[in-house]
């Protein structure tokens, strides 16, 4: 066999390094995202079940700070909702910012909202 035309294959330690370092600042990132998803959504479900539970605008927050209190929802509270009567319909809707620190002055700003509304918008963008 000739070694010169031998060729090895695989990974070499320096790229083992970067490979390993852009999976962990994937997985920082996931685990520091993630909670703040689990909570949007929770808000997302809340309004839904506070929307059906009430028939007046102080009726709907009292039912979305009873679930919020369950569902450990910190982000916001009832008083935060927008509560709109479109179309002969109460439409509930929310924005909120989440800003997550990364290290140094690295940070990410996410941005959510969430309507009742059948199209998914919120009562602004109507």
Known sequence: MDWLAYKQRG?????????????????VLAMKILPT????????????????????????RAAFDRSAEVNYISAISGRDLTIE???GELVVSFAYDKKIHLAGPASVLLEYSGSTAKAGKTAAEQ
């Open 11 to 27: 990974i070499s330690l320096t790229g083992l390094i970067v490979v390993l370092a852009l999976v962990g600042l994937i997985g």
């Open 85 to 87: 009567r479109i179309d």
């Open 37 to 60: 998803y689990t909570e949007y959504r929770a808000v997302n479900d809340a309004i839904g079940k506070a929307r059906t539970a009430g028939s007046t605008p102080q009726e709907i």
